[in-house]
């Protein structure tokens, strides 16, 4: 089926990089875990290590569920923009290839929502 354009399209995307006062957008989803319906967004530095992104960020996001006491973040498994992905904690989230609007899933084997459900 043919497509014709009507013209230019000038509206600009609100959610770009330079509008987020030196933040960018991290999508964090939580695999098997759908009582969190979608990726959770969080408007963070840059320069935040990943380690303190588990800290101060992911381990408060998850803690209402019940699952989230017995997450075990050594053996958690990432991917990063739908690629297996090693975080390094020591290393901030820019360093670790992590960009504007990227999407972070965790998951976290042996672990699959309130008794079993993916909830």
Known sequence: MPVNAI???PAQSRDR???FNGRQLLYLGWSRHL????PMTFALPPEMTFGEFLESVVKPAIAPHPDAAFVDFAKAEW???DQPFAPDLAASLSANGIGHKSLLFLSTPGLDGIHGSHN
Do not use: H, S
């Open 7 to 9: 013209g230019a399209y």
């Open 35 to 38: 009582l969190f319906c979608a």
């Open 79 to 81: 991917q990063l923009d």
């Open 17 to 19: 990089l330079e509008n």
